[in-house]
């Protein structure tokens, strides 16, 4: 079976020869340093350089899919944020929030696509990255991060305490962009939607905020993929013990965990699929014996999906990334 089918019918719970290896991008992408070299323009802005850094992830490293965009702030850059847009050794950040009330961001801002130049060369690269073989995975960051990348993060979570209501409407009305957004992947030819929300950890919500705030959100946007039968695959960082009840009442597809989770104990609270969980500290370091040991170790832990436990730095070697991709295809 190809690529596209192995990860597809793994999604579907189907049986497949072997686990897929992949990196979805987003906050969880391969387009490291090293990989980057030869290519000359701004893989997060230029069009060009975007489509040939996910197809170096591919062909260099042996992940098992295309995935754009290669950062996090896609999705915040309409509201009003001042973002730096990264380089060959810097991912893109935030560099200042919008400093206005909720209530006014939501009505001075037009979140479109078309009027979001970097989420325009998204699309266009879907679009032309999509095919018959290779899985392509869109990114998006959910709407906690989101909400958190357009707003202070003290701010936000103040007013989770002190005024929730206000607080959920802006939560909810990013979480509809972010639907909108998705749906424009899939219409480009995304196959699977991937979604990373590191801010939404038990550890930093907790978990009555946690019911509160984040799962009404990913359980609408499940609904909308569903209805336009879209797998979904969602990231959660950090220690998922005190939500990992809430995470199983969720009809996605797949979850990801961070190198924290041990998926054995994952494995026997969820009843969906389980990506992960080789530690991005170690894929930096090594040594390479370490790496497949722990590559094996997730398999062995019955993953169903390998690939990193959550961001990758960029200074991580093509070599190590390599030994985890080729332990998985039994080339090692």
């Not at 991060?145 to 909810?172: C, N």
């Amino acid at each position: 079976m190809n690529e596209k089918e192995r990860l597809l019918r793994v999604l579907k719970g189907e049986e497949t020869d072997r686990p897929p290896v992949i990196c979805p991008g987003g906050m969880m992408n391969a387009a490291v340093t090293e990989l980057l070299g030869e290519i000359n323009a701004n893989h997060n802005t230029d069009l060009d350089a975007m489509i040939a850094a996910a197809i170096k992830v591919r062909e260099v490293i042996g992940f098992e899919n295309y995935g754009v965009p290669f950062c996090m702030t896609c999705e915040s850059e309409p509201f009003g944020v001042t973002i730096s847009e990264g380089d060959k050794v810097n991912e893109p950040r935030i560099l200042e929030y919008n400093q206005s009330k909720l209530e006014d961001i939501m009505k001075d801002f037009n979140p479109k696509t078309s009027n979001n130049l970097r989420s325009e060369t998204v699309i266009k690269a879907i679009e032309r990255l999509k095919n018959g073989e290779v899985p392509v995975i869109g990114n998006i960051t959910g709407p906690i991060s989101t909400a958190t990348s357009i707003v202070d993060p003290i701010k936000l979570f103040k007013m989770i305490r002190k005024e929730p209501d206000g607080a959920y409407t802006f939560i909810e009305y990013i979480n509809n962009y972010l639907i909108e957004y998705a749906k424009e992947m899939v219409r480009a030819g995304a196959d699977i939607i991937a979604i990373s929300d590191p801010t939404a950890t038990g550890e930093i919500l907790g978990k009555k905020n946690f019911d509160k705030f984040a799962m009404p959100m990913y359980t609408e946007f499940l609904k909308s993929m569903r209805e336009i039968n879209t797998p979904v695959i969602i990231h959660i960082c950090g220690d998922a013990k005190t939500i990992i009840d809430s995470l199983n009442s969720l009809e996605v597809q797949a979850l990801s965990f961070d190198s924290i989770v041990n998926m054995r104990f994952a494995k026997s609270k969820l009843n969906t699929r389980l990506m992960g969980n080789v530690s991005t500290l170690l894929l930096q370091n090594g040594p390479k014996d370490k790496i497949i040991s722990i590559t094996k170790n997730a398999m062995d832990s019955g993953v169903d999906i390998v690939s990193p436990a959550c961001g990758l730095g960029m200074s991580t070697p093509l070599e190590n990334l390599r030994v985890m991709t080729d332990y998985v295809k039994g080339s090692i």
